[in-house]
């Protein structure tokens, strides 16, 4: 069935405005009968019919603006029908520089240096170590940053084209700490991994030769592996973990989450149980700031903001990308951070300032059914908190058998840093915040 | 120097034209030709000379004015060829030997309030304009008290307060500004006149060509008035105008744009004078613009030196150099005993020693500061956009 | 106050705003008068302000082009129109040996008060001989001013500009863009020349263009923040010459990496000044090299699916900044 069309009248033309129809859907129309009356901001004109037949349907009503060589009616011929359409009215806003901008490959886009690496150069793996020739391939901004903060790059991995050292690497290390000149850093310094190197090196533990044995085979570790065992095995060897557990009940805080979710259910937010532990966890630093601190060599440094860490399994292993200033954030807020930073740290765009700057780690199996767990705390961090599942109880309340949900909450904590007492207080308000969890959204 | 007194019987222009350009049958107008005969006959005429149609009467006291000023130019030019043999004027020079009748003429009739525009060859306009020619001199020399502080050299004089709206240095590329000069004048609804000197050669560039037929549409509505002053050297550069066009009347290609015009002797400064003074007052009162074709002859090199046997012969402008303008003036004021000799040599002791100044001045003068290489360059503040 | 307006409006008030100051201000070219102009910028003014004010040329741009630098040079306030800039080729002749120099070989004597404007740049299927970007031609010579402005507010407070500057001013419109809309302010919004304008604020790369390319980097922009999460700054320079290194730098040093995009072709352009002008000023806070994105190096082609892939694309403008950034091309 012929189309009729919004015409271009003009060489610069985009949208034309349907003035007046001048025929009704319905109406029979010959070849060369006036239609319609359009209007571009330069012309205004009359729109013939190309086609005999009768006007089946007008698409676009007077008023509307229409891009050119969208249809704007159809006209039936005999034995036509009228195909479905479900766009109504043909309203497309002009929007500025409408002008298409699709478009293949032909233009040139080309870099000031010869090195311009292809499309394989640019994956973020990182590739040929800097130094391999001799001489660090590194940005500019890089080796300006070395120069200011004394640093190392040979103990540098670069992760852009050819192994070049570009800025995320030597902000990560200087994250970790590890690429002081002269220090003892190993320079394996993994981009995707934000784990803080430990002040000292730790003791690799002393490990079997495989055994080769029949019905074994060797799998390789990912340089993320690697450099999580390293850290892993240095924390558990090196900082002195204390644990402490409350368990919280969470009925209050589950209806209130389920009216939150009902009532925002329009505006696509789904608070998790997770964002509201992470929130308690946050409040509750304000009363127990050494939870939310860092060792370092010159001290315990108390952080005023806690920035929050979540640790987010990957297939190649794991990573804490970093939700700033929690205490601060509304329960959506939060939500929608955790949200974004775990799809994007699974598909591996984070940036490196996304999983930088943790100063207190949230770490949750509660998907997985498990009853408690305790987990490694993530240097120089003081504190790591593990949530567990949900699970169904009897208690008795006022002396009668009542049904409550409760979670296990595990404090794993530095003891350089805080003493039990300490550590124990800060789960008691962690408790306290989720079991009154009106002042969550307070 | 260079100028030569007529020996024996003196051909018109016209006649030195035809043994040069083997022209068509129509180069003469009717009527022009005629008028202009009769006008070298009158020549020789005591010290008042009446010209057959609309002849004005010059004064002697005029004509050594006259005189004075073409010394002037002629005196000016060959220490400026003095000058560029000598390695002190540097890039092109293009000089005025033998056209001097042609711009002492027009200038004759300059009110203040008039514009002057010409291309390259553009020292005489500038020093009969009133310029200094010190600081004319010091221009060529590259001096920083030349008169456009030695930012353009000898195509580029500038005395914008005295009327010279420069000199350019593309050929034909000047004359739209001209046009337009002259639609300024009558916007802005003064009296003034622009007298637009261009070269035979030019008349071969599309410039010209749209500037003409924007001058005689502008000039229907009395909004263009310009008097386009074709100085006829009979070579742009080496080629001669027969070899550039067919139609070798180049006041009549004005014709096609409705733009009256007519040719005159431009050897003869009392011819130039009269058709000067008739031309631009018509101008001055109607706003339309008009063409004068002054058929002339360089009788220096294009520039400072060129292939002077390759395009033309001695003879031919041995020939010319018969009708120098200078020289006949000179004749035609001791045959009427308006002055002798010694009054002559007097004159040119009198301009020689001016331009001995001004060529010491130039020589004297230092050069521009180097800060005067980034001025100049935008009106207003951010004058520079580079790095200094 | 400020009212939506086309770029068409929004360029005629601006001329308008210039007449009504001066009347040494008159507008000159083909067809401008009694047609309205072809891309009807002029539209209804020879009503108001006859036919001196609003002068028909005759197809002859060398012609009224040196005219109007000869009014200029008088005192006269002249606007040009270049039905399209493809054309001034034949006044090119005029623009730079007497618009451009003239000031500077009369030792200072004389100004060119001109504005000579027109749409620039491709983009509707007009073919090889009438597509042209000219910013880095024009932009070449000292004595011409360059600007391209992109916004209806801009295109009116910079022909304002125009006209009250002392200078040739080479006024290059988006002529793809004359029906766009947007918000212009009422009276004078002079927008001053040499000064870029942050269309998008943004911290991890900069998108540098002007004129209609810059509403591509604005799309990039969105696509590269719902996409990769990445804050893309974009400036649009919108002043050519003089050229506001300062913006741009000041961008880089913020940021670490840029991608300057230009519908003309790479060789010679402006993104590859945008590049010397970044590795000069900004060399140490690069964290990788500057790329251009530029036209395709042909003559423009008539085909619209050629045309298209013959112009910088907004998946070339994103890749290009995913490349500068180290992630991943999609």
């Known amino acids: ?442 | 120097m260079l100028w030569n007194r007529p020996m024996g019987a003196i051909k018109t222009v016209y006649e030195v034209v035809k043994s040069v350009i083997l022209f068509a049958g129509s180069y003469l107008q009717e009527g022009r030709g005629d008028s202009m005969s009769a006008e070298n006959e009158n020549s020789g005429n005591g010290d008042v000379e009446s010209r057959e149609e609309g002849g004005v009467a010059t004064s002697t006291d005029r004509l050594v004015d006259l005189y004075r000023n073409m010394v002037l130019v002629r005196t000016f030019e060959e220490a400026c060829q003095k000058g560029f043999r000598q390695g002190k004027v540097g890039g092109y020079t293009h000089v005025y030997i033998g056209e001097e009748a042609v711009a002492t003429g027009f200038l004759d009739s300059f009110k203040e309030g008039d514009k002057v525009i010409t291309a390259y060859r553009d020292h005489p306009h500038a020093l009969l304009l009133g310029s200094d020619p010190k600081e004319v001199m010091a221009e060529l020399y590259g001096k920083g008290t030349g008169l456009v502080k030695g930012k353009g050299g000898s195509m580029h004089l500038f005395d914008v307060e005295r009327g010279m709206m420069g000199g350019y240095g593309i050929v034909g590329g000047h004359i739209p500004l001209g046009v337009g000069m002259a639609y300024a004048q009558r916007y802005q609804e003064t009296d003034h006149i622009t007298q637009l000197y261009l070269g035979d050669g030019s008349m071969s560039q599309g410039a010209f060509h749209e500037a003409a037929n924007l001058a005689g549409l502008w000039g229907k509505g009395g909004m263009c008035p310009c008097v386009f002053i074709v100085e006829n050297n009979q070579y742009g550069m080496g080629t001669s105008v027969e070899r550039t066009t067919a139609m070798t009347d180049l006041a009549a290609k004005f014709d096609a744009y409705g733009i009256e015009n007519e040719k005159v002797d431009g050897m003869d400064i009392e011819a130039v004078l009269e058709c000067a003074g008739r031309v631009t007052e018509q101008v001055r009162e109607s706003g339309k613009p008009y063409a004068v074709e002054a058929l002339t002859y360089r009788t220096a090199p294009h520039g400072a030196a060129d292939f002077f046997e390759k395009y033309r012969t001695k003879e031919e402008v041995k020939e010319w150099r018969q009708r120098d303008p200078i020289g006949l003036l000179e004749q035609k004021l001791l045959d009427s005993e308006t002055i002798d000799e010694d009054g002559l040599q007097e004159i040119k002791d009198e301009y020689k020693e001016q331009i001995d100044e001004a060529v010491s001045f130039a020589d004297e003068s230092e050069e521009p500061a180097i800060e005067e290489l980034y001025t100049d360059v935008y009106s207003g503040e951010d004058e520079y956009m580079g790095e200094e | 106050m400020a009212e939506t307006k086309t770029y068409r409006e929004a360029l005629r008030e601006g001329m308008v705003h210039g007449m009504e100051q001066d009347e040494n201000v008159i507008l000159m070219g083909e067809d401008i008068g009694v047609y309205g102009g072809t891309h009807l910028i002029t539209d209804g003014l020879i009503d108001e302000w006859g036919p001196q004010r609003v002068m028909d040329t005759p197809i002859s741009e060398g012609g009224f082009t040196g005219a109007a630098i000869g009014m200029a040079m008088m005192g006269m306030r002249p606007i040009v129109e270049m039905m399209t800039w493809n054309f001034s080729f034949l006044a090119a002749d005029q623009i730079i040996q007497n618009a451009a120099k003239v000031r500077y070989f009369s030792g200072g004597q004389v100004k060119v008060p001109l504005v000579i404007r027109g749409p620039n740049g491709g983009g509707v299927q007009l073919s090889a001989q009438h597509t042209h970007s000219l910013e880095s031609f024009y932009g070449h010579f000292p004595g011409l001013k360059v600007v391209a402005p992109v916004t209806p507010n801009d295109v009116k407070g910079m022909m304002i500009t125009a006209i009250n500057d002392d200078n040739p001013v080479i006024f290059l419109e988006a002529g793809a863009l004359y029906g766009t809309k947007g918000e212009v302010e009422e009276g004078d919004n002079s927008v001053p020349f040499g000064k870029a304008r942050v269309a998008r604020e943004g911290d991890d790369v900069t998108l540098i263009a002007y004129g209609r390319q810059v509403n591509l980097c604005l799309r990039a922009a969105e696509t590269l923040e719902e996409e990769d999460g990445v804050s893309a700054e974009v400036i649009d320079l919108r002043s050519l010459r003089p050229f506001d290194e300062d913006a741009i730098v000041e961008s880089v040093e913020k940021t670490h990496r840029a991608v300057a995009v230009q519908e003309q072709w790479r060789w010679f352009g402006v993104a590859s000044e945008v590049a010397a002008i970044i590795q000069d000023r900004a060399f140490d806070y690069l964290d990788a090299p500057v790329i251009r994105v530029s036209g395709a190096e042909v003559p423009a082609p008539y085909a619209r699916n050629l045309e298209v892939a013959g112009f910088p694309s907004e998946d070339q403008v994103t890749n290009a900044a995913r490349r500068v950034l180290y992630i991943e091309e999609k």
């Open chain 1, 1 to 442: 069935m012929p189309e009729v069309i919004m015409p271009k009248m003009g060489d610069a033309m985009e949208e034309g405005t349907i003035l007046q129809w001048l025929v009704g859907e319905g109406d029979e129309v010959a070849e060369g009968d006036a239609l319609v009356e359009i209007e571009t901001d330069k012309v205004s004109m009359e729109l013939e019919a190309e086609d005999a037949g009768t006007l089946a349907q007008i698409i676009a009503q007077d008023g509307a603006d229409v891009p050119v060589g969208d249809a704007i009616a159809f006209i039936q011929g005999e034995g036509e029908e009228v195909p479905e359409r479900s766009e109504g009215g043909g309203e497309a806003e002009a929007e500025e520089g409408g002008e298409d901008g699709g478009g293949g490959g032909q233009a040139t886009a080309t870099e000031t240096e010869e090195e311009s690496g292809g499309a394989e150069d640019t994956g973020g793996a990182p590739q040929a170590n800097g130094q391999a020739d001799g001489n660090f391939r590194a940005s500019p901004i890089v080796k300006r940053l070395a120069q200011e903060n004394d640093l190392d790059l040979s103990k540098v991995d670069g992760s852009g084209p050819q192994g070049r050292i570009v800025e995320r690497d030597v902000r990560a290390a200087m994250e970790r700490g590890d690429a002081q000149a002269g220090g003892e850093a190993d320079g394996n310094a993994e981009q995707a991994e934000s784990a803080p190197e430990q002040p000292a090196a730790p003791q690799q533990a002393k490990a079997p030769a495989a055994t080769g044995a029949p019905g074994t085979e060797l799998m390789e570790m990912t340089k993320m592996q690697s450099v999580i065992a390293e850290r892993m095995t240095a924390a558990k060897q090196t900082v002195p973990h204390f644990y402490a557990t409350v368990e919280v009940e969470v009925d209050d805080l589950m209806a209130l989450r389920k009216q939150i979710n009902g009532q925002l259910e329009d505006q696509g937010v789904k608070i998790s149980v997770n964002d509201f532990v992470m929130k308690a966890c946050a409040l509750a630093v304000a009363e127990h700031p050494k939870l939310n601190s860092l060792w370092t060599n010159d001290g315990i440094e108390l952080h005023e903001t806690v920035n929050m860490a979540m640790a987010v399994a990957l297939d190649a292993g794991l990573i804490t990308p970093v939700i700033k200033d929690t205490a601060n954030k509304t329960l959506s807020a939060i939500s929608a951070a955790s949200k974004d930073l775990a799809k994007r740290a699974r598909e591996g765009g984070l940036k490196p300032e996304e999983y930088q700057g943790g100063t207190i780690t949230v770490s949750n199996m509660g998907m997985f059914g498990v009853e408690s767990f305790s987990a490694i705390i993530n240097p120089p961090q003081a504190a790591i908190i593990a949530v567990s599942s949900i699970l169904q109880r009897v208690t008795v309340k006022d002396g009668e058998m009542t049904p409550v949900s409760t979670m296990k909450l595990t404090l794993s904590a530095d003891h350089r840093i805080a003493n039990g007492a300490e550590g124990a207080q800060y789960m008691a308000e962690v408790k306290r915040l989720m079991e009154s969890p009106m002042i969550l959204v307070a």
